[in-house]
Every structure is written in structure tokens, then in C-alpha cells.
């Protein structure tokens, strides 16, 4: 395309020298427009600061550790911009001279600059959303998010009015880049935008090298230990935050975690394990193996070989069950159920996701740093309880409501000998309602009935993994199924019709010729709320866990000792008066000496 037959520099102020005293000198270079949408970087950043200051107002500490939050802030804020605007930077020194004489350059330029405020904006709604969610900057958690764009991308458009959002977020951006071209700031820099190629190429090259010394070179990990987790978290920048977590996803364990010589470690470890009363079965000369003998806690009485159907319920937190919290009136079902059931008062999550839940309950190992083993290579084959159960003829499952390649479930389960059902496998007319995450919980129940019943037309016994998806945003359900209107109500509407559909399954099986050979047991993955002023707030990680045998062959009562999700399957276990050999880290509560312990991780 020609050049327009005005040249840009026309348009220039009449005085050009008084736009190359102060700042303005920045914006008469070539550069200008980079040192532009840096200005806005840095503005947008402290905006969302701010709101999310005033937004956790009474969470975070008003101290002089707030000054440090900015201050920190506004270094991570200014590397992070450096490295957001580099390309730009790089481009407008490489350009020729003459590109901004053409109009179809200084359209793009124009078009530029406002999708620029438009996905500043629309990141800073996003980490308002992240924040209220989770009360952290962008972490591990939204890397995974993005993997998962299917199940994410329709949870998103389900819990929020995303047609508006975009349209108030494109008018808003477009008022902010009225208000920008009023200043007078892009005219100007493409007005005297024209440099020597020497002295585009050398403010090219200075910014690149800020961008290294201060973007490249900054570090989460300097970051003071601030007393309140808030007030660090305020410290962060967002897209530093996510591309840290990108980079952090799989750390070097040596060098970023204290460690013992590896037998020493063992050594310790197999002490530790020693307090469940069990027998080394490892070779004398292999100081490296947990394999052990568990006798059975009760010798002169036989083993049960009760099935055993395990609902993991998605986000339960032990405070929404009145048994736990006098205030809450969410789970009239399980308050009933509890007063028949053996129900462990002090039982506490390893982790925050539902992975983690999973490896706990499944592997009986403590949190890993990094991944779980869910999402790890070379994950099969692994010792879990459902091969403890099959070492007995059982049938094992894991039944999900969505579909099971998220998180690596499907993977990680029929890679260890369990059958899957899940949404995919299932007819659409098994599915009466679902949402992005996946069937209603009352759908989930009624595949796991017909499960228990064709396992039980077999002969075999039977575990099933039970995991419901219901407890989550959107929190949709079925209209009419209880007395909280799905999605307006929230979290409690969703914990709600959660109970309804668990007393409506053990109605249900009540009528089955198994039920009372089996044990119902109700267990949480994690906490619906993982925020807190400290980094393991441990408040946030206590889950309820309730074991019913409506064959009365486990006695109700109270476990008051402290547990983990880790002791979770030894315990299940050593109900049943099983001896086997076992990899388990955790151990049966009921029996074992020692001092009581439960690891958490976030």
C-alpha cells in the first residue's frame, strides 16, 4: 500500500520540543508505543491489587507487610510487563523506518492498543474470578484449567453470564481507549515515532536487557514469608504467577526440598510403619521395600467379606454437616445416617483437588511435591486397595459421573484393575441431567445400583469407587429434586440435593438382596474452600468420613483419634479383620500405637 500523501509528521505539535522534556521523551521515540502498554500493564496490575485487597478486607493483616505486598507487587508487575511488551519492543526496533507512513500501519496500531486494554481487562475479571474461587493469584490449578478446556470452557459458560461479561468488558475497553487517545500519548508517538536505525536498534536492545536483568531475573521464591498468606498472595502478579506455575509444575526434588540418604529415609520410614504391629516380608538384604505382613486385629474372629460401595463426595467439607457445625441444616440425610454409622470426628484431606483425594484413598500414600500420582507416567500397576480387595475375589469399579479422562482418573484406575463407568460409557437415556462436569449425582447412584446388582447376580463381592460431581460450580441439579433452586443457591443448594440423592440411593438400595452385606462408606475428596491467612490453613482440610453397616456388623460410634485420608484404607481394612500384605503408608487407626499424625498439602 502507498503511502498517504500527508506524512505522519504533520500531525505533529507545533512545538515538538516540549514533548522531549520529561516523559513525553519516551513517547517521541520509537519505542513509545511499547513504554505505552507498559504504563498500562503496570496501571491494570495495581487496579487488580487493589480490588483484591479491599475485596479479602477482612483476611488480609493491615500492617506494614501490606507496604511490602505493593512494593513487591509493583517488582513482579514491572518484570512481568518487560516480558509482556518484549516482542513489541523487539518489532518496533527491527521495523523500517518509514512504517508508520502508511495508514493501514497506524490503523493496526490503533486496533492494536485497544485489544491490548481489552485482554488486560479481561485477565484482570479472570483473576477476580480465580480469587473469589480459590483466594490465590493464578496457580498449578489454572495450568490445569487450561489443559481441560472441554469440561472448563462449559463450567465457565454455566456459571457465569459470559455474553455479558464480554460485551461490558468490550465496552468498557473501548471507553478506556477514548480516554487514552484523548491524552494525546499514541498521536504523538506516531507523529515522532521516525528514528536513526542505530538508535531504534539500541533502544531495542536496552529494553531487551531490562527485560532479562529485571523480567528473567526476578523469582518467586524471593518473596518474604509473609505471617498471612493474603498479604503474599497480593504480592504476586498474575501472569507471572501463571507462567511460574507452568514452570514450576514439575520441580527438581533434590534441589528445592531437604532430604536424608536414601536408606537412612527407609530406615525411618519402616519404623514408622511398624506402629500398625505388622511383619517385614522384604528380603534382608533390600533395606529399600515397606512390604510388610498386616495381621488380622481380631485373630479369633473370621474376616467379613462385606462388599463395599464408597461415595466420594466432591467438596464436602466437614462443616457443611450439622454433626460438625450446629449451624448448618444442609444434610438432614447424612446427619441421619451418622447417628447409625461409625463416624471419625478428626479425619483431614492430604490436599485441595480431587486428584489428591483420590491418591490418598486409593494408595494410602502421603501428598507428593509436585503432581499426583493420578497425573505421573508410569502409574499403573501400583499397590492399591482395590488390589487388596481383588487378592480376594472382589469385583473393584470406579464409577464417575463425568468423563473420566479428566485428571487422568481412567488412566490412573484401569491402569490398577478398576473397571470404569463413567458418563461416556453409559446410553444418553441414563442421564437425566448433566452440566459440564457431568451427570446428577441422583444418575451416578442409579449406575452404581445397577452395578452393585450385576456384581451381585455373579456371586462376587463387590468395591466400588464411587466419585460425584454435583458439589461443584455450576452447582446446577434437577428442578423440583429439593427445596433450593439449582444454580442461584450456590454451593448450598448443590451440598443439598448431594444429601437428597445419597438418602435417596440408600432407600433405594434397601430394597436390594445385598444391602445388608455391605458397607456404605461417605468421604469427602477435599474442602470446598482451600484459602486462609496461613499456607496450610488447617481448618480447610477437615472432611467427614462415615462408615454404615446397615447389617450392623461395624459398630456405630465415635472415632475421636486423628486421621488422615492416608489411614483411610488400612482402617477400612482392619473393620473388615483382614490380614495382607501391604505397601500402605498410612495404618489401621483403630489399632495401631504410636503418635498420631496427618500430612497435608496444598
Known amino acids: 500500500m502507498a503511502p498517504t500523501p500527508s506524512s ?189 536505525r542505530r538508535s531504534r536498534w539500541r533502544a531495542s536492545a536496552v529494553w531487551m536487557a531490562a527485560t532479562v536483568i529485571i523480567g528473567l531475573g526476578l523469582d518467586s521464591n524471593w518473596l518474604p514469608s509473609f505471617a498471612n498468606t493474603y498479604n503474599r498472595e497480593l504480592a504476586k502478579d498474575g501472569l507471572w504467577s501463571l507462567f511460574a506455575a507452568f514452570r514450576n509444575n514439575e520441580l527438581e526434588y533434590d534441589q528445592f526440598y531437604a532430604t536424608l540418604p536414601v536408606d537412612d529415609a527407609f530406615r525411618t520410614l519402616q519404623k514408622e510403619l511398624a506402629s500398625d504391629h505388622s511383619r517385614s516380608l522384604r528380603e534382608a538384604s533390600d533395606g529399600r521395600d515397606t512390604l510388610r505382613w498386616v495381621p488380622p486385629p481380631r485373630p479369633a474372629e473370621p474376616e467379613q467379606h462385606l462388599n463395599v460401595i464408597q461415595i466420594t463426595v466432591e467438596s464436602l467439607s466437614a462443616d457443611f454437616l450439622s454433626i460438625f457445625n450446629r449451624a448448618s441444616h444442609l444434610t438432614p440425610e447424612l446427619t441421619e445416617i451418622a447417628s447409625k454409622s461409625l463416624v471419625f470426628d478428626q479425619f483431614y ?32 500397576n501400583l499397590f492399591t486397595l482395590g488390589s487388596v480387595f481383588r487378592s480376594r475375589g472382589y469385583d473393584t469399579a470406579f464409577i464417575y459421573g463425568g468423563y473420566g479422562y479428566f485428571d487422568n482418573m481412567n488412566t490412573f484406575f484401569s491402569g490398577n484393575g478398576y473397571r470404569i463407568v463413567d458418563r461416556a460409557s453409559v446410553s444418553k437415556s441414563d442421564i437425566t441431567f448433566a452440566n459440564a462436569w457431568g451427570a446428577c449425582d441422583g444418575d451416578l447412584f442409579r449406575w452404581t445400583l445397577r452395578e452393585a446388582d450385576a456384581s451381585a447376580a455373579t456371586g462376587k463381592p463387590f468395591h466400588y469407587f464411587v466419585m460425584t460431581t454435583s458439589n461443584h460450580r455450576p452447582y446446577t441439579y434437577p428442578e423440583g429434586a429439593i427445596d433450593l433452586p439449582p444454580k442461584v443457591s450456590g454451593r448450598a443448594g448443590a451440598v443439598k440435593y448431594t444429601d437428597f440423592a445419597i438418602g435417596q440411593f440408600l432407600r433405594e438400595a434397601a430394597t436390594k438382596p445385598w444391602y445388608k452385606n455391605t458397607v456404605f462408606v461417605i468421604v469427602a475428596d477435599h474442602c470446598a474452600s482451600v484459602a486462609g491467612k496461613t499456607a496450610l490453613p488447617v481448618q480447610n482440610y477437615h472432611i467427614p468420613l462415615i462408615v454404615f453397616t446397615p447389617g450392623g456388623q461395624i459398630a456405630p460410634g465415635h472415632v475421636t483419634s486423628l486421621t488422615s485420608q492416608v489411614d483411610y484404607a488400612p482402617t477400612l481394612l482392619g473393620l473388615l479383620n483382614w490380614s495382607y500384605a501391604s505397601r500402605f503408608f498410612g495404618w489401621d487407626v483403630l489399632h495401631a500405637s504410636g503418635d498420631r499424625r496427618a500430612l497435608i498439602g496444598n
Open 8 to 196: 505522519p509528521a504533520s500531525n505533529a505539535p507545533s512545538s515538538p520540543s516540549r514533548w522531549r522534556r520529561g516523559p513525553a521523551l519516551l513517547l517521541a521515540s520509537r519505542l513509545g508505543g511499547a513504554w505505552i502498554l507498559l504504563g498500562l500493564y503496570l496501571t491494570v496490575a495495581c487496579l487488580v491489587r487493589v480490588s483484591l485487597l479491599f475485596y479479602s478486607v477482612w483476611s488480609v493483616t493491615w500492617d506494614a507487610s501490606l507496604l511490602a505486598s505493593f512494593a513487591w507487587g509493583f517488582a513482579f508487575d514491572l518484570g512481568s510487563g518487560l516480558i509482556a511488551v518484549s516482542p513489541l519492543a523487539l518489532a518496533l526496533g527491527l521495523l523500517p523506518t518509514s512504517i508508520f507512513e502508511y495508514r493501514l500501519a497506524r490503523v493496526l496500531a490503533h486496533l492494536a492498543f485497544y485489544l491490548a486494554i481489552a485482554l488486560l481487562l479481561f485477565g484482570a475479571v479472570a483473576e477476580g474470578l480465580f480469587w473469589d474461587e480459590f483466594g490465590v493469584r493464578f496457580n498449578f490449578i489454572a495450568i490445569d484449567y487450561l489443559v481441560y478446556t472441554t469440561e472448563v470452557m462449559a463450567n465457565i459458560r454455566e456459571s457465569y453470564p459470559l455474553v455479558l461479561i464480554i460485551t461490558v468488558l468490550a465496552l468498557v475497553s473501548a471507553g478506556a481507549y477514548a480516554l487514552l487517545l484523548r491524552t494525546g500519548w499514541i498521536s504523538t508517538w506516531l507523529a515522532l515515532a521516525d528514528e536513526p
Open 349 to 380: 484431606a492430604t490436599g485441595t483437588r480431587t486428584d489428591r483425594g483420590m491418591e490418598a484413598l486409593t494408595l494410602a500414600l502421603p501428598p507428593t511435591p509436585g503432581r499426583s500420582l493420578l497425573k505421573r507416567p508410569k502409574n499403573e
